[in-house]
């Protein structure tokens, strides 16, 4: 389909890896959002990028989370030295990024477990 | 900073009405949004309501939002099972084009 797509879709590491989780925005979609959902939690903001840069990163927990958008489509957030708490599913979303016109598209979200 | 509580289950048999109940504290939100979130599928947008507007309808779905107590509900009319799913509520400055605060969801259970 054309919706917003996340790889993998499963991910186990061990504890201190890095690890790189991609998304597809919606083509056209120039804002692009990561969340990261807890189990039992709901999703919480980690970066917002509109087009290539990145607008908010105020979610990102630390600096061993970055993540990327070089030609304003695809996205990846890069976590190193991965630990045990960093294990959730990570969302991402797309949306036309026009103010008071950009519903957000959510992918499946990418399960990433640290052992 | 932000944030929006729901209570975290809710039991209904099929046929009944469902309320779903949300606060925030936030008083400078100004959209306010249900999602529905099913096994292995991304969050959906079900609705979203303006902070000037106290009501909306959509089909079996209304949401009246009382702005002076930060409270917020959705109401789905004759609950089918395929409703079963987390609902959250999310709040946010600006209609997709900033970050959500979202609640920690309410796991909505049809009994048949």
């Known amino acids: 389909g054309a919706g917003v797509s996340q790889t993998p879709s499963n991910k186990v590491t061990e504890k201190g890896k890095y690890v790189e989780l991609r998304c597809d925005p919606i083509?056209?979609?120039?804002?692009l959002y990561w969340y990261r959902q807890s189990l039992g939690q709901g999703p919480e903001f980690l970066i917002y990028f509109q087009g290539t840069g990145a607008a908010d990163d105020s979610g990102l927990p630390n600096d061993r989370f970055f993540a990327v958008r070089p030609e304003g489509s695809v996205s990846t957030l890069k976590i190193q030295r991965t630990e045990r708490g960093d294990s959730a599913v990570y969302l991402c979303?797309?949306?036309?990024?026009?103010?008071?016109?950009?519903?957000?598209?959510f992918g499946e979200g990418s399960r990433l477990t640290v052992l | 900073g932000e944030d929006v509580e729901q209570s975290l289950f809710l039991s209904v048999r099929e046929g009944d009405s469902s309320v779903i109940n949300c606060t925030y504290t936030d008083s400078s939100s100004t959209y306010l949004y249900w999602y529905k979130q099913e096994p292995g599928a991304g969050l959906q947008l079900l609705t979203y309501i303006f902070s000037n507007m106290d009501m909306k309808q959509d089909q079996r779905l209304t949401v009246l939002l009382n702005k002076k107590d930060k409270h917020l509900s959705l109401r789905i009319a004759d609950t089918q099972t395929g409703d079963s799913a987390i609902y959250f509520c999310?709040?946010?400055?600006?209609?997709?084009?900033?970050?959500?605060?979202f609640g920690t969801g309410t796991r909505l259970t049809i009994i048949p």
């Open positions: 083509s056209g979609h120039t804002a």
């Open positions: 979303a797309s949306s036309l990024g026009d103010r008071d016109g950009g519903e957000l598209f």
């Open positions: 999310a709040e946010s400055s600006n209609f997709g084009n900033e970050k959500l605060t």
